[in-house]
């Protein structure tokens, strides 16, 4: 084997080690998110089956996190204020398996007892096509100044992407379930730093439909793993057969 011949096998060798332990660890990354997930998905899936809870008192709510405290179920009592309602554009929904096809979720401030307001989503209707007069009349009924017990899930506000729309003023209509920004534009005041995800009472007219939730968090880590670690494999394959290849023609 001359020196010159065996730059090209080492320095092959050297970019094969590498891309195979990038690929594993891509692999065994995609396992314990895999652990996690689950770990995630049996947390939610007890938390939603538990009996609603009293709301936490507004000196807790700092305390709340997403991590700990989110699809928590409770109840309380409050009363749907005279201000104007946000439409949340949604396809879908990947918790309630009753909802399908385009429409919008209704969120509307609710004053408490105490006098501290939360944001509720009161439910989905469905093919608004972002018809600002078509959310208008499904919620009207909501405002009857009258106090109402609320069954619901603690969820916590999402944060827009790269390439998520910008919400439309005009419409009050958003396209991320960030209360907190419609309670700043729209004028809703100080709110909980989370909303409540409507689940009972069910409105005479169906119309918001709130529901009860159920987890379906997608679980691919399996399918992602094995492809890294065939990828690693396919890789290891193909620098054998490259060496094998090379030590004929040095023969």
């Not at 689950?38 to 007890?46: K, R, V």
């Not at 390439?163 to 991320?176: G, I, S, V, Y």
Request: charged share 20%.
């Amino acid at each position: 084997m001359t020196g010159t011949s065996a730059k090209p096998r080492a320095g092959f060798g050297i970019f094969t080690v590498v891309m195979v332990i990038g690929l594993v660890s891509l692999g065994i990354w995609q396992l314990q998110r895999r652990v996690e997930k689950h770990a995630l998905i049996a947390a939610l899936t007890e938390r939603l089956a538990e009996a609603p809870g009293a709301l936490p008192q507004p000196s807790q709510w700092g305390a709340l996190t997403p991590a700990k405290d989110e699809f928590r179920r409770v109840q309380f009592q409050a009363t749907y204020e005279s201000k104007p309602d946000a439409m949340v554009y949604s396809s879908g929904s990947a918790v309630r398996e009753d909802i399908s096809g385009p429409g919008t979720w209704a969120f509307l401030p609710a004053r408490l007892s105490s006098g501290e307001t939360v944001v509720i989503d009161a439910g989905f209707v469905p093919n608004t096509m972002q018809d600002r007069a078509q959310q208008d009349q499904a919620v009207k009924p909501l405002h009857t100044d009258a106090p109402v017990m609320v069954t619901g899930y603690l969820r916590f506000p999402e944060k827009a992407g790269m390439l998520t729309l910008q919400e439309n003023l005009a419409k009050r209509l958003w396209f991320t379930r960030d209360h907190l920004a419609m309670a700043a534009r729209l004028g809703w005041g100080t709110v909980a730093p989370f909303y409540i995800d409507l689940e009972q009472p069910v409105p005479s007219s169906g119309i918001p439909k709130p529901g009860p939730l159920e987890v379906h968090l997608k679980d691919d880590h399996m399918q992602y793993a094995i492809t890294w670690f065939s990828m690693a494999g396919a890789v290891l394959i193909a620098f054998g057969a490259w060496l094998r290849a090379q030590r004929r023609r040095s023969r």
